[in-house]
């Protein structure tokens, strides 16, 4: 295959290291702020005492990901230059690195189930609900124009015509379920709380899955439909616990 061929973009672990997408040395974590994916990273990296760069992704041309054939985020690469796509696969990546804390993929059934949960079902849920409006998707997108790296011409496009963009991905996640989207949510939110046992999915100590769920409701925080996850029962009671244990 010649060089000009394209490549397929795979999750996990890759097999070319890439220092030179380092910043200031430390492991990096390329991202966009607002983004449910990448809350579960910080929320790991912050429990576990981790320093490391940011490098904030341009949501509309994703122009800083242009290196990589993974064009999502979050894309993380460690110190020594390994890059890690997918956030559950990065999450599994940092533990294992860092004590090996909680079951590695196949181990636990439940933690699996409850990671994939985070991905197919609540990411989509809260979308819909962030994304319900226009104006509410111009809320979600403001924070753009305070991002200092971003061109004024950047920052304009982002926000109106990236609310544009993400209004119509929030219809599409509303089609998903059976119900409206703050009713999906608080449904949703129910069908958590099953499976947090004695404090956390893990039992007494956070899992993958309470970090995968966590940054998914933390992205949340500010924006339109945050009042369902602080007026839930159980979930606001164990959203504040990992609140304080991650420190984002
Ligand atoms: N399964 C991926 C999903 C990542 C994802 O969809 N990230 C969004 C941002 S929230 C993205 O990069 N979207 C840009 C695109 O898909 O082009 C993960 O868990 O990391």
Redesign the pocket.
């Known amino acids: 295959m010649s060089s000009e061929d394209s490549v397929e973009a795979t999750s996990g672990v890759q097999d070319n290291p890439v220092p030179e997408r380092l910043v200031g040395d430390l492991p990096t974590m390329y991202c ?1 702020e607002t ?3 990448c809350f579960k990273v910080k929320a790991l990296l912050g429990s576990r005492g981790i320093a490391y760069s940011k490098v904030e992704v341009d949501p509309t041309f ?1 122009n800083q990901l242009k290196w990589s054939d993974w ?4 894309i993380f690469v460690d110190s020594d230059g390994t890059q890690v796509n ?3 696969h990065i999450l599994h990546y940092i533990d294992a690195k860092n004590g090996s804390l909680f079951p590695r993929a196949g181990e636990d059934p439940e933690q699996d189930r409850w990671m994939e949960f985070s ?1 197919n079902v609540l990411g989509k849920s809260i979308v819909a609900v962030i994304y319900a409006s226009y104006w509410t998707s111009v809320r979600a997108l403001d924070y753009v124009t305070k991002v200092d790296r971003f061109s004024r011409t950047s920052r304009l496009v982002n926000k109106w015509l990236g609310a544009v963009i993400m209004r119509m991905v929030g219809k599409s996640r509303a089609k998903m379920f059976d119900l409206p989207p703050r009713e999906n949510l608080e449904f949703q939110l129910d069908k958590m709380s099953e499976g947090i046992r004695g404090g956390f999915f893990g039992g007494e100590q956070p899992n993958g899955a309470d970090y995968a769920n966590f940054g998914i409701l933390r992205s949340m925080q500010g924006l339109n439909g945050f009042d369902i996850v602080e007026g839930h029962p159980v979930i606001s009671a164990w959203y504040g616990i990992m609140m304080q244990k991650s420190g984002v």
């Not at 064009?71 to 979050?74: C, E, G, I, L, S």
């Open positions: 966009f983004c449910p994916f994703k064009r999502k985020v979050p997918d956030s559950n991905n």
